[in-house]
Every structure is written in C-alpha cells, then in structure tokens.
C-alpha cells in the first residue's frame, strides 16, 4: 500500500520536475518571437501594363500579402473548421485535441494529427518538418511563446499569409489569383473551401492536377463548417454543388508580354539584385494590354502564314502504333508529354493517312479529320506513294496543328524563321506593344533591342530627307535607268544593281520613285547628295552613323539597325520632325507602395529635341503617304480605310530581311521578319507580303476609335500640282537655306535610355 501511494506521489513529482528541467533549458534557447511582429514575407517582382494587367510575375514564391482584416470572414472560417475550430479557445496547445489524436492512434484508427494553427506558425517560422521528439517538443514550446507575445488575429494573420498552398503560392490571396484568377474577396464559398483543404497537402488536393481528390478535400471542408453550425444547410447544399471555375492551368499572362517583362526584370536586377525577387517591387509599364495582344497575334497569325507556304520538312517524330490491344489515348499522350503546346501549334498523333484526309488524335483523346486547305502544306511532300519515308505523313507520326483564324484546323510544322514587332506613341517615345519574338519560352532573344538587321529598302526615306534638304522635290525627275558600277568605281568588285520587279520607267518623279520602291532612283539621289552627307543626316534620326556605310548601296539599306532604331527614326516624320527618347517603365513603386521611380519623358514640341524642319517632316509624309495609298503597300489603305496611314517597305538583298516601317500620326510601328542565321525568305517573300500584313493586323486593332487625322502644311511649304514642296522650290530658286543649321551628332543608341537610372 505504501508503494502504491509512493508511486501515485511520485509520478507527479517526477513528471513535474522533468517538465521544469525541460523549460529551464529548452526555453531560454527558444528565438525571439518578437520578430514576428515585424512580419516581411517574400514577395515577388510584378511587371503590369499600363491598365493593370499582369505582364510577368518573377520569384520563387508568389504572395499577396492581406491585413487579417481584410481576409473575407467565409476565408477565415473555412480555415478554421479545417485546420482548428478550437483556434479562438485554446492556449496555442489544444490538450483535448491531442488526447483525441492520441486515442485515435492507439486504437489504430487512421492516424490524426493535433497541430494547431499556433503550433503550425511555430514549424513554418522556425523549425524543419523532420518528425522527431526534441522537434516536436520545441514546437510545442514555441507555441506558447507565440500565444504569450501575439494576439490571435496576429497568429491567424501570419498563417494565412505564409502558408505553402502549390503552384508557387504562398497565402490564401496569393492563391486565390493562382488558381481562379480571382481576389480573395471575391471567391465563392465553395472556392474559399478549396482552397482551405490545401494546407494539408497541396500536392495531392491540387485541383490542377488532381481534380477528383480536390473536390473530395473541398467536401470534407465544407461538411466541417456545416457540422459546426458556421454555414446554413441552404449555403452547405448550393456549396456542395457548385461548380469550381478554376482558371486555366497555364499560367502565361493573356497579353503575351514575356520579353516586356524580362527588359523590366532586367533593369530592376540591375540595380537591385536578387533583392528584385522579393521585397515586392511593382513595375508598371507603358504597355497598352488591348496593343500588346494584338501585335501577339498579328505576329504569330503572319508568320504562320509564311510558314504555310514553305515546304515541308516532315513530322517531328515517329512512334509505333498500338496493337489492338493498346488504346491510341495512352500513346498519344506519352508522345507528346515532352511536346507542350507553343503558341498555339498542339502536338498530335497521326491514326490514319490518305491523300485526302488525315485523321489525327491530340492528347486527352480528342480526334480531328483534316482536309482540304488544312493539308496545304503536306500534301506535295507528306502524302502519297511518291513520299519518302522520312516526310510521309503515315500512323504514327508525331506532327503540329495549328487552327488559322477562319476556324480550320491545318496540319503545320514549328516555324524556324523569326519575326518581331514595337509599336511606340511618337509623341513622347511610349512603347504601347512590343514582341521580341515568335516565342519567348524558345527564343528570348529580343529582336526588337537587340537584333542588328539590314533595314533595306525601309532606310530610304531618310535618304530622300536628306535629299529634300539638298532641293530635291517629289516632283522632281529622277532617271530610272539600269546602272553599272565598274571595278574601279566601288574600289572593289563591279556592282550593278536591279530594281526589285525588274522593270525600269525611265525619267520618273521623285514621289513615284519612292511609292514604287526604285533602287535606280535612290541611288542616283543618294550620288546627287553625297554619300558621306547621307550618311552623317541619318544620324539626325537616331542611328549609329557608324553602321550605315557612306557608300551607294546606303541607298538600299546596306547598314544595320535594330527595330526599335528604326520605329524612333519614323516617329520622327509622324511628330513633325522630333527626335524623342523610347521609354517603357512608367513607374516603380515598392510592397507598401511608396513610388521608387518615375519617368521623365521627352516630348515632342521641346525644339530642342528638333532634327529635321517642319517642312521636311511634312513632305516626307505625303511621300510615305503616297506609298501606303499607290505604291508597294497600297493594301494599308485598301484594307484599313483609312488615308491617315504613312511608312515603307523594306526588302533586303536576295528577300534576307522583310520590314513594314510605318505609322498613322499618333502611333508609329515596326515589324520585321527574318531567320536569325540570315537565310533567304524565298522568291516573292518581300517585305509588301511577309511583314506589312503583321502592321496591318496590328493596326485595325491599336486604331480602333482613333479618328483620322491630316498633317496641316507648315509655314513654308505650298502645293505643287498633286504635290506639296517647299516655298522656294515652286518659286523656282531653288532651296538653298539650311532648315537645320547644323547636323546634329549621332544619337546614342536608345537602349542606352531605355532602361530607367536610378538614384
């Protein structure tokens, strides 16, 4: 009986003073919970379009973080029936929650956990996830601590802002956006209980990737909150059946602004290092999202257009086809697993093959019949006896489809050529639309910045500037005659240039010489007015005059520029004679929205920024006018209907390079297509087919509700017949005064600008 009693004594005591033992030494080494207090979590770099869309978010961990009280109370009471109902009762440990747990484990039942929210924060914050006992202890410890020191919509709110919820997200707001695009405040209570069943194990209730396992988690959740008594049994029944509208899985932004993001990403790496990752930084940017779409999609639509008409190069795989025991689902599947879609070209598999019809099944099972047009670009080479085994389009084959705009599906392969497209405001140098290439995910070098091209015959507007400074006069006659270059005249090898279409007028005016795109005529004007002067005026427009050779094929774009060299130089015609600074960040704020940055753009009516006369800019319009109405892009206006459309063809040597440069008079663009390892286009692949359909597409979106707008004639210039020239000319003295009094140096390269300082 004695030891009986002993023991009963004892045990106490001795279990009392293992716990004083265990605080004396465990507590003094627990952190500081003070810290929590002063709660920064990581938070990704956002990129945004003028009107707020996001362009490109970068981090590893995407968070939005939200005060506790602005958490929607349906999002905090789903996270409490799931993870702690006891949240608001207990001390940070809910004893009666371990003794359940604890009975339930002994009896073998499934296992339960009896982590609180409190005990969660503790792990999340400080301690690793391994399962031993000193882990658990010091958990349990920590929990106390954190009761002691923070108030419970404190601990609540660190929770909801911290918690891992997949797909990158971390807290409820964050993943609100991840997965239905939505704010917090926004979601239905069925989706708030979603999301609430994620904590648990994001990976295995991710409704991305397992739909069925997340609805049966979001059941269980919503069953909690009706058996506590926090939702109706109307709400617990709509819950129950409501559908889920989760966003699509693919993350992109719909703008399909990847290389605008990456330049922000850049410059804000720059100077901030990996800092850039995580405090938070907004960056808004002078992008247009309804421009930015449209020039995504004129751009793919123009290259997949020339794609079709290149010659087929075969199916990008062959696999076996499955016995008739094997269904086609799980091959199709497996063959194009490692073949996502891009930019709308989908991965299919080839199930049967004629002459006329090809059968084929995408991944999920879903089968097409295509025929007609859709096998334009098979037919010849893929189809028939006559294919050879390596092109033959047969069961098994691994191709591409692409569905064209008018609805049909075509069997197609990936583009190898590339394209490129920026559209800026010319008034102050916006960038509202800019697409480096035809795929940032394949290709992230930016053609726009970063690729030096021969702009062709896009450069000879700035030749026939100049030449109206020299007293040339669209009216005036040019001969367009075949020319001959002997050895000793170039100092190196005979040149004898053509003209394009191989048809040469004679005496023509200047104005048609420019509409019809003739060599003859540029080049005779350019060794009218000098080469080296040539050379030196287009430095006026911003160019590298480096890079622009002072020799005669100047005349036929013989230099370099890149596409955002070149839209620069042509805003300069469309502000009237302005030579402002590309810009594309309009500010930078930082997580609390304190405003780190902003721009000061230069504007065009500063005549310090002033390179060319009114008068030039002026004539130079009507001239490219002429071109978009009569000349090699006289399907602008065709198609747009609209006069107030200016710009140039440009086709290099042997169709290497194919631009459209041009610009209505609030809005100048540039596309450019091209393979990167300089390749000819093809017979016929001028600058007129290839490049100006992209600017015309762009353009019937970006001039929606823009009103037509006419250039007014400056002081100093008077109609001549069908023409406008300059005062002294149709005088008939001649022009002799200088309109600039002297040629400025060479523009820096607007990269060098375009990028924001910071101080």
Not at 40 to 66: I, Q, T, W
Not at 360 to 388: E, H, T, Y
Not at 525 to 541: D, E, H, P
Not at 669 to 694: F, H, M, Q, S
Request: proline letters at 7%; a positive charge; charged letters at 20%.
């Amino acid at each position: 009986m004695i030891s009986l009693i002993s023991l009963a004594v004892g045990l106490p005591l001795a279990a009392a003073l293992l716990v004083g033992v265990v605080l004396a030494f465990a507590w003094p080494r627990l952190p500081d919970v003070h810290q929590l207090l002063d709660y920064h979590p990581k938070l990704p770099l956002r990129v945004y379009s003028a009107d707020h869309v996001l362009l490109g978010e970068f981090g590893e961990e995407r968070r939005n973080f939200m005060p506790i009280g602005s958490i929607p109370k349906t999002m905090k009471l789903a996270v409490l029936a799931t993870e702690d109902d006891r949240f608001y009762q207990h001390g940070g440990i809910d004893w009666a929650g371990i003794a359940r747990a604890a009975l339930a484990n002994i009896h073998k039942a499934k296992s339960q956990g009896a982590s609180t929210i409190t005990m969660q924060v503790a792990r999340n914050f400080y301690l690793s996830s391994e399962k031993t006992f000193t882990r658990k202890l010091f958990e349990v410890l920590l929990a106390l601590k954190i009761e002691r020191e923070l108030t419970k919509d404190q601990i609540l709110e660190l929770y909801m802002n911290q918690i891992y919820l997949g797909q990158h997200a971390y807290g409820f707001s964050a993943a609100a956006q991840t997965y239905f695009g939505k704010p917090l405040a926004q979601l239905s209570l069925a989706q708030a209980a979603m999301l609430a069943g994620l904590p648990k194990a994001p990976s295995a209730y991710n409704p991305f990737v397992n739909p069925a396992r997340a609805k049966s988690r979001q059941q269980y959740v919503l069953a909690r909150m009706r058996a506590l008594g926090w939702i109706s049994p109307d709400d617990y029944a709509q819950a129950k059946n409501a559908p889920l509208g989760l966003r699509a899985a693919r993350t992109e932004a719909s703008a399909h602004a990847g290389y605008v993001a990456e330049m922000a990403r850049q410059a804000m790496f720059a100077r901030y290092g990996e800092q850039a990752y995580t405090r938070g930084f907004n960056v808004v940017t002078t992008i247009i999202s309804r421009d930015q779409h449209a020039a995504w999609s004129a751009l793919h639509a123009g290259v997949m257009r020339y794609e079709l008409r290149q010659p087929w190069r075969g199916p990008e795989a062959y696999i076996n086809p499955p016995d008739g025991s094997e269904p086609w689902l799980q091959t199709v599947d497996d063959a194009c697993s490692d073949r996502p879609e891009t930019e709308g070209l989908f991965c299919a598999v080839v199930t049967a093959a004629t002459t006329k019809l090809v059968q084929v099944m995408l991944p999920g099972g879903q089968r097409l019949d295509i025929s007609g047009d859709g096998l334009q670009q098979v037919a010849a080479l893929g189809l028939g006896p006559k294919a050879q085994p390596n092109v033959a389009l047969r069961a098994g084959a691994v191709v591409r489809i692409w569905k064209q705009p008018h609805g049909r599906w075509v069997i197609t392969q990936m583009p190898r050529v590339q394209a490129s497209f920026v559209a800026m405001d010319p008034s102050d140098g916006a960038i509202q639309a800019l697409v480096g290439g035809f795929d940032f995910e394949q290709n992230k070098f930016n053609h726009v910045t970063q690729a030096q091209r021969q702009p062709g015959s896009s450069f000879k507007p700035f030749i026939y500037s100049a030449a109206l400074h020299k007293g040339f006069m669209p009216p005036t006659m040019v001969n367009d005659a075949p020319l001959f270059f002997d050895a000793a005249t170039t100092g190196g090898q005979a040149w004898e240039p053509k003209n394009y279409d191989g048809i040469y007028e004679g005496p023509i005016t200047l104005k048609r010489g420019m509409a019809q795109s003739k060599n003859m005529v540029a080049i005779r004007v350019l060794n009218a007015i000098g080469t080296k002067y040539a050379q030196q005026w287009s430095g006026r427009f911003g160019f590298d005059t480096s890079k622009q050779p002072p020799y005669l094929t100047l005349a036929l774009g013989a230099g370099s520029a890149t596409p955002l060299e070149m839209v620069r130089a042509y805003s300069v015609f469309a502000n009237g004679g302005y030579l402002v600074q590309p810009y594309f960040i309009t500010s930078i704020t930082d997580a609390s929205g304190k405003t780190l940055y902003t721009p000061a753009p230069q504007h065009a009516g500063d005549e310090r920024l002033r390179v060319i006369s009114p008068r030039n800019a002026f004539v130079m319009d009507t001239l490219l006018q002429e071109v978009t109405k009569t000349g090699t892009a006289a399907r602008a206006q065709a198609e747009l209907k609209r006069p107030d459309l200016y710009g140039k063809t440009g086709t290099t040597n042997d169709s290497v390079d194919a631009w459209f440069c041009g610009f209505n008079p609030k809005l100048a663009a540039v596309a450019w297509v091209g393979y990167d390892t300089p390749l000819k286009l093809g017979p016929k692949e001028t600058g007129g087919r290839v490049a100006l359909p992209i600017w015309i597409d762009f353009m019937r979106t970006a001039l929606q509700g823009v009103p037509v707008t006419h250039y007014v004639a400056p002081p100093g210039v008077v109609p001549m017949g069908d023409d406008f020239v300059y005062e002294d000319f149709a005088a008939g003295g001649g022009v002799h005064a200088l309109d600039v009094s002297a040629p400025p140096p060479a523009a820096a390269d607007p990269l060098s600008k375009l990028f924001p300082t910071f101080n």
